[in-house]
């Protein structure tokens, strides 16, 4: 039950839902990209079934449109937010890179220069 980030992302947390009704404000970075287990959940005003059992239902969802549940509904979410071990700093001065050469060095695009 894991995808790629974007639309369909990996890593997913699984997150149970009554988390997300209960305490929005602790998920308002993530994004949802699959629901399970459960029968339906309430999402802006909609309802949504959840797939039988074994099966992902794929879907983008913001976790402050979950409004209500029926049953164990997890969702598969992730952080949004850059706090991930992915972030950095890429400059030499900082990194131990074995390869002094530019290529094969990683680069983080974007950041306000943070690739010295």
């Known amino acids: 039950m894991e995808g790629n980030y974007g639309g369909d992302s990996t890593p997913t947390t699984p997150i149970p839902g009554i988390l997300l009704v209960n305490n929005p404000q602790d998920y ?7 629901v399970y287990g459960g029968n339906n959940f309430g999402y802006e005003g909609d309802t949504i079934s959840t797939p039988s059992e074994g099966d992902v239902l794929k879907m983008v969802i913001n976790p402050s449109g979950v409004q209500s549940l029926n049953g164990n509904v997890i969702f598969l979410c992730y952080d949004c937010a850059c706090n991930s071990p992915h972030s950095g700093v ?24 943070l690739n010295g």
Do not use: D
């Not at 308002?28 to 699959?34: D, I, L, M, P």
């Not at 074995?98 to 695009?109: A, P, T």
């Open 28 to 34: 308002e970075n993530f994004t949802c990209t699959g």
């Open 90 to 113: 890429t400059t030499l001065s900082s990194v131990n890179y074995s390869n002094k050469s530019i290529i094969g060095k990683q680069v983080i695009i974007g950041g306000g220069g």
